[in-house]
Every structure is written in C-alpha cells, then in structure tokens.
C-alpha cells in the first residue's frame, strides 16, 4: 500500500487546511482500509488526530480537535481527506496518514499501529 499526502503548507490563525491521503498499489481499495491521521509536533511524539473506516464511515476523533477538524472518504478516489478548521498554532506539526485492512478487531482509536504509511505533509500556523 503507497499513501501519499497533499493539501498542507502555511496557514494563519483560524484559517482551515483540507489534506487529503491517497492511497494506491496492488488491490488497494479504500472499501476494505481504515485511514487514520497522525501528527508529529517539533520535539513530541506522535499522537492520533482522526481516522474513518472506508467499509463503514465509522470515525474516531481526537477531543482535542473536536470540532474543529472532520474526517470523510471519497472511496471512488480512493482518497480521505481532513479537513482542518480554526487551526491554532498548536496544530502546527507534521501530519502523516496510515493505512489498515478492516477487521473485525480494528480499533480506529489505535492509528500509531496501522501499518502503512505516508510520508507527511507539514502544517504550519502562523500567529
């Protein structure tokens, strides 16, 4: 599975972002994928922002971006994408998309262990 993320780039405070993640390779289908979104602030630690389920549209958000971003799929694309309103600058970060087959004990909370993964696409919000 390839991922590949676009959208990002510099925003000022209370602007908005959409990245999307498209994946491809072999057989991929995002029908059968949950795509998850993490990021990576300078000097901390990965931590899990959104992800949805391809199969369902089930989706789990982090609470400390409630409301503010949403997660949806355009499965004929093969693409999901997050949209990212109000940003702060404590959203700046690198931002990576992952990749994992549905199962039946996929837990979409649990984005740091899917298996595949984008390269990340930087977000930067100006003060």
């Known amino acids: 599975v390839q991922l590949v993320e676009s959208g990002g780039g510099l925003v000022q405070i209370g602007g908005s972002l959409r990245l999307s993640c498209t994946g491809s390779?072999?057989?991929?289908?995002?029908?059968?994928?949950?795509i998850g979104w993490v990021r990576q602030a300078p000097g901390k630690g990965r931590e899990g922002v959104a992800s949805?389920?391809?199969?369902?549209?089930?989706?789990y958000r982090a609470n400390f971006v409630k409301p503010r971003f949403t997660i949806s799929t355009d499965n004929a694309k093969n693409t999901a994408y997050l949209q990212m309103n109000d940003l702060k600058p404590e959203d700046t970060a690198i931002y990576y998309c992952?990749?994992?087959?549905?199962?039946?004990?996929?837990?979409?909370?649990?984005?740091?262990?899917?298996?595949?993964w984008g390269q990340g696409i930087q977000v930067t919000v100006s003060s």
């Open positions: 992952a990749a994992e087959p549905v199962t039946p004990r996929l837990n979409l909370i649990d984005i740091r262990d899917f298996h595949s």
């Open positions: 390779g072999s057989g991929f289908l995002l029908d059968d994928y949950a």
């Open positions: 949805i389920s391809g199969a369902d549209g089930t989706t």
